[in-house]
Nanobody, 126 residues
Framework: QVQLVESGGGLVQAGGSLSVSCAASGRTFSYYAMGWFRQAPGKEREFVASITWTGGSTYYADSVKGRFTISREKAKNTVYLQMNSLKPQDTAVYYC???????????????????WGQGTLVTVSS
């Protein structure tokens, strides 16, 4: 089992940048695909980005493509989401998730992923 803890959220102005991190514990972390999801007030949780356990492939929601970058550092058991050119509509609680199956299908398997973090709030002011 993998335990996940997010950090790095905060308040940033539109157009700015912010990075959030997800620290994982568990010996098998390296073999999990990892992803970031977000949930804005009054909205459903949605996929943001995912990365394969090798780090060789990444997937992004159209709304963040070209602005956000997901990466992982196996030595530190950590996954990152670098967010640039932030917009007010990016305001949400950001959650990381782990999946033993596939980074490519995480967006469709939101309800069946293996582990979730507690979330970190990102607020983008206009």
């Amino acid at each position: 089992q993998v335990q996940l803890v997010e950090s790095g959220g905060g308040l940033v102005q539109a157009g700015g940048s912010l990075s959030v991190s997800c620290a994982a514990s568990g010996r098998t972390f390296s073999y999990y695909a990892m992803g970031w999801f977000r949930q804005a007030p009054g909205k459903e949780r949605e996929f943001v980005a995912s990365i394969t356990w090798t780090g060789g492939s990444t997937y992004y929601a159209d709304s963040v493509k070209g602005r956000f970058t997901i990466s992982r550092e196996k030595a530190k058991n950590t996954v990152y989401l670098q967010m640039n050119s932030l917009k007010p509509q990016d305001t949400a609680v950001y959650y990381c998730a782990a999946d033993r199956q596939s980074a490519a299908t995480m967006r469709q398997r939101l309800g069946a992923l293996d582990a979730w973090g507690q979330g970190t709030l990102v607020t983008v002011s206009s």
